[in-house]
């Protein structure tokens, strides 16, 4: 591979819980012995991944590799969208649930080096575009966006400190507990493409991956990430007991016959609420319904690594080598949050 490959490192040094400086180190320096000129960029404030990553567009930069949670793939791939540079996600968060769907390592306290493993089955995998969901408010998803008692819990949850990551999901679901427990269900209105559903809600989330929560959810486990739909769940119900039954059934992986989980599939959603409520996209907080959402097809282009699963994508990829050599990278369509 030739030296004159460009890319970015962008990593947050608040994700998760553990200090790995050293191993982003040492995985910068995995890429540099393969011909690639890293640049470290550390992340400072919200946001911040976003435009780094847009710098790394305008800078020519064929690769840019995104080291953090969901929240930090988030803001780094919404610089990236509408252009040709490839992001690699290095998991390195408290959940990493996209980095999971890929068939990615955990970040693992008794291997201080997980992510050269990781990097190591990226650079043997393979580059597609994947879809993404445009939003009527400026905002852009690639996993999922998600109204009721997920934003409830984003809103009361986030920003969690070191030391309360430092328990993992234990912590997580420790202070969503009481979002989770207050929570009521509403009239919602929900159109996905020309079939519109009307009931009391306690949940609608739009999903474009498979896994969900923080990965205690397989919530769409045979949804591919370049098919052109969305799936849309839509959990009914008013009061938290409800939402607790249909956590357990989507947690067994029979929430797909349950009578009161409607699943729908389409390109375009539009989610109205009889309060206006809060919305999260990829677990970042936004506001308010209602929200409109576009899919926009092969929007991104995503760094797959060897051993993914083989239903993930429809179309077939190409190696990294090939990406960049017959891509030149040109700015990003948006580059928002």
């Not at 269900?185 to 996905?192: A, C, D, F, I, T």
């Not at 990965?215 to 739909?229: A, M, T």
């Not at 309060?275 to 995503?302: K, M, V």
Request: with cysteine; proline share 5%.
């Amino acid at each position: 591979m030739s030296a004159t490959w460009q890319a970015t490192l962008i990593y947050n040094p608040y994700a998760g819980f553990d200090d790995w400086q050293q191993n982003i180190n040492a995985t910068a320096a995995f890429w540099r012995a393969r011909g690639w000129d890293i640049t470290l960029r550390q992340t400072d404030h919200p946001r911040h991944a976003t435009v780094l990553a847009v710098e790394a567009v305008r800078a020519g930069h064929q690769l840019v590799l995104a080291a953090g949670g969901d929240g930090t793939l988030h803001e780094v791939a919404n610089g990236l969208l509408g252009s040709q540079t490839v992001l690699a996600v290095l998991p390195a968060g408290t959940t990493n649930c996209f980095a999971r769907d890929l068939g990615l390592p955990a970040p693992n306290g008794a291997n201080p080096y997980w992510l050269l493993e990781a990097s190591e089955r990226l650079m043997a995998g393979s580059v597609h575009t994947m879809d993404v969901g445009e939003c009527s408010n400026g905002g852009s998803f690639i996993l999922w966006a998600a109204v009721g008692v997920d934003s409830r819990i984003v809103e009361g949850v986030e920003p969690r400190s070191r030391l309360l990551k430092r328990f993992g999901m234990a912590g997580y679901i420790a202070k969503a507990t009481l979002p989770f427990l207050l929570h009521q269900g509403e009239k919602m209105r929900v159109s996905v493409d020309d079939e519109v559903v009307e009931e009391e809600m306690l949940a609608v989330v739009v999903s474009n991956s498979r896994l969900y929560a923080g990965g205690l959810f397989n919530l769409s486990p045979e949804s591919v990430l370049d098919d052109g739909r969305f799936d849309v769940w839509m959990l009914c119900g008013r009061y938290s007991p409800q939402m607790l039954a249909h956590s357990l059934f989507i947690m067994a992986g029979r929430h797909g016959d349950r009578e009161n989980i409607i699943k729908r599939s389409g390109s375009r959603v539009l989610i109205e609420t009889s309060t206006a409520q809060p919305f999260h996209l990829d677990g970042e907080l936004n506001r308010f319904t209602p929200i409109e959402i576009a899919l926009e097809p092969g929007f991104l282009r995503i760094l797959a690594p060897q051993g993914a699963p083989a239903d993930l994508f429809v179309n077939g990829g190409c190696s990294l080598t090939t990406s960049v050599t017959t891509s030149r990278p040109a700015p990003a369509a948006t580059g928002s949050a």
